[in-house]
């Protein structure tokens, strides 16, 4: 391509530089570390140079997403009036029982079209807030369930959800319109497209998820989250846990020139200093399935001062993260529709960019694929080796047969990536000969015979400090 044109189109030459730098970063694994020559190298014979599985073949094709389904969705949901959590759930015409209504037919009709195997359920419950006036008041959550195959990884759960609720300027009443369109019908139609995509996948090839995976709209969510930290509850009640948690909240619009542009993906440090959090190896993982040109990985919990629905399973340590539109428009959230001194306000679904959303649905669609074919991750990883010259991993594993081996990941302290070192077939543990343990992080993932990989699991010491 032309070098001139490249400079002059920053999304051109970023895509351009991604997928040279991922080429490169997989033809020559162990170059990627001798980025700073002016360093002892380590290992000094070079690493090893593992044959690596290629990842699960027939990805889920941009074309495959249905943008005029997640359209007619949208449609409905906005034609609503309201969904305000504290609106009428009766009215099938007005109001968020409408909206939970559309929500169900859609689910209905995919489990239809896909033999039977999608298991819907409405969580009916109660929670209270000071936006509900501190009174309890009626929620439903609508869950799609896709049993996995595998008896031990069925109860792991890898979950998509959007928002139904949505709110207008005034946050506290229910009677004024509130179209909701980007915040959240638009993560509501990724979290149904998902279902659409993947319950299709499963009619065509019996048994190809081993883990279970959940597509959910919960309510309440502009009351304080109230509809996510109920079906958190609901998950631990049956028995599950939880795998992966993908948050999709105002994912519907791109009004920045020269789109579609990456979606952000955010994900919390947790409580350690290394940025190795689950939700942030979730977010990593997210990021090496859909590729550098989809992801723009923003290492917070969620936008400044903001919060989502994958707050609470961030929280209680599960793996988290929040997908978001690349910039917000204020004027388009939490607005009643009107214009102000010629300045348009409401979420209207005029400001919608379905080849954005598209991507969107494609790359939640594709990450749940890939994670839910996975093997278990390895339950404990231990660095040893701190004062020898050599860095030892073990890690703990149930048997699996399904399982081909695992990598063993590192990264300078400083690189957001991480890069595989080895591919460990046998055993449980591996020295790395000559590589400091103080000079890298290290992490453990299992690569199942499909190719699908695990979420890292980073490896930590096994005593605290010396001194
Ligand atoms: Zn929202």
Request: net charge negative.
């Amino acid at each position: 391509m032309n070098a001139t044109r490249a400079e002059s189109d920053p999304s051109v030459w970023r895509r351009c530089a991604s997928v040279f730098l991922l080429s490169v970063l997989w033809a020559i694994p162990s170059l990627a570390q001798d980025s700073a020559p002016r360093d002892p190298a380590e290992p000094l014979q070079g690493k090893p140079q593992p044959k690596l599985l290629p990842r699960p073949a027939g990805a889920i094709p941009r074309q495959a997403v249905d943008e005029n389904s997640m359209r007619a969705l949208i449609h409905e949901l906005v034609g609503c009036g309201t969904r305000h959590s504290l609106s009428s759930w009766t009215d099938p015409a007005r109001g968020i029982g409408c909206g939970r209504d559309h929500v169900v037919a859609r689910f209905r009709q995919i489990a239809a079209e896909s033999g039977g195997k999608l298991q819907i359920v409405v969580d009916k419950f109660e929670a209270t807030s000071e936006r509900t006036g501190g009174k309890p008041a009626p929620m439903e959550n609508v869950y799609a369930i896709l049993p996995g195959a595998d008896a031990k990884l069925a109860k792991t759960l890898f979950i998509v959800s959007g928002h139904m609720d949505s709110i207008s300027s005034r946050w506290t009443d229910p009677e004024p319109d509130a179209p909701g369109a980007d915040d959240d019908a638009s993560g509501t139609a990724v979290s149904v497209e998902c279902a659409r995509l993947l319950s299709k996948l499963v009619a065509g090839q019996e048994g190809m998820f081993r883990a279970t995976i959940l597509f959910a709209a919960v309510s309440g969510e502009e009351q304080g989250l109230l509809g996510s930290k109920h079906m958190l509850e609901w998950i631990q009640q049956q028995g599950y846990t939880v795998g992966g948690m993908l948050d999709d909240d105002i994912v519907g619009a791109d009004f920045a020139a020269g789109g579609p542009h990456r979606v952000r993906l955010f994900s919390g440090n947790g409580e350690i200093d290394d940025a190795d959090s689950p939700s942030r190896e979730l977010a990593r993982a997210i990021e090496e399935i859909d590729g550098r040109s989809a992801v723009r990985m923003v290492f917070r919990v969620d936008r400044y001062g903001r919060g989502g629905d994958h707050y609470y399973f961030y929280k209680a340590g599960f793996p988290a993260v929040r997908f978001t539109e690349p910039l917000e428009n204020y004027a388009h959230e939490h607005q009643t529709p009107r214009t102000e001194d010629g300045v348009e306000y409401g979420d209207l679904e005029k400001y919608l960019s379905f080849p954005f959303m598209g991507d969107v649905a494609r790359d939640n669609a594709e990450a749940l694929r890939q994670l839910a074919m996975a093997p278990a991750l390895p339950s404990k990883a231990i660095l040893k080796g701190a004062v020898t010259p050599d860095a030892k991993i073990s890690w703990s594993a149930e048997e699996d047969p399904e399982r081909a081996g695992f990598e063993i990941l590192w990264r300078e302290t400083t690189d957001p990536h991480w890069e595989v070192y080895d591919f460990v077939i046998a055993g449980t543990e591996t020295i790395l000969k000559g590589v400091s343990t103080d000079n890298h992080f290290f992490a453990v993932r299992a690569v199942g015979k499909n190719g699908a990989r695990s979420i890292a699991l980073p490896a930590e010491p096994e005593k605290p400090s010396r001194f």
